[in-house]
């Protein structure tokens, strides 16, 4: 008999989904700054235009194999420790490749490795939010993450930008995501993910 502004107030004074939408904004802010400014990196780097496209060919391949298995994972293994897995590697992997030399090979086998990463996060927050707070407001709810996501990914390819223009080089663009991701791991270990028990009233 919840109200859609039960659910609402509910989740929103839940310290779990407010962790979960923060690090859900670090999401939207690597993605999107990758998706968005890697071509450009690539060439600032004096790779061909074409590698650039590969990569991103690359990681849209693995993006369909890595959702899948970490979803599949998601069924199997508790959620908010996969999710914190994901980000911690997701920061490892910028690491790794920021630090070798540039090359057609260490681009294509990191955007695999991203493009694994990618996505990974969407079944397993939904999953969470369904686990904590049942089905029916859901796509309310995953909605109103999602949301926060999309502000992530609009500062991460505006701030992207910006960086660039005033430094001349992406290199603090990286070192921020690695930070954040690393952060956002952190952030999913104390939620918790214990399912709500709402008492149904016993009728008169």
Not at 109 to 132: K, M, N, Q, R
Request: with cysteine; aromatic share 14%.
């Amino acid at each position: 008999k919840q109200s859609a502004r039960e659910a609402l107030r509910e989740a929103l004074a839940h310290r779990g989904f407010l962790l979960l939408c923060t690090a859900y904004t670090v999401c939207g802010f690597q993605l999107l700054f990758i998706a968005v400014h890697f071509p450009a990196y690539l060439v600032d780097q004096r790779m061909a235009p074409e590698t650039g496209m590969i990569g991103l060919a690359l990681i849209g391949f693995f993006n369909m194999i890595g959702s899948y298995m970490w979803g599949w994972l998601g069924g199997r293994h508790t959620k908010k420790y996969l999710l914190s897995l994901l980000y911690f590697i997701r920061s490892i992997a910028i690491a790794i490749f920021i630090l070798l030399p540039v090359t057609p090979l260490t681009v294509y086998v990191f955007s695999a490795a991203i493009g694994f990463l990618w996505l990974g996060t969407v079944p397993l927050t939904g999953g969470l939010i369904a686990h904590i707070f049942g089905v029916r407001y859901m796509s309310t709810l995953t909605g109103i993450a999602f949301f926060f996501h999309q502000v992530g990914s609009f500062a991460g390819v505006w701030i992207g930008g910006y960086v660039f223009d005033a430094t001349g080089s992406y290199t603090v663009m990286w070192l921020l995501t690695i930070g954040m991701g690393l952060v956002a791991a952190l952030l999913h270990l104390p939620i918790d993910d214990r399912q709500i028990e709402r008492v149904t009233p016993t009728p008169a």
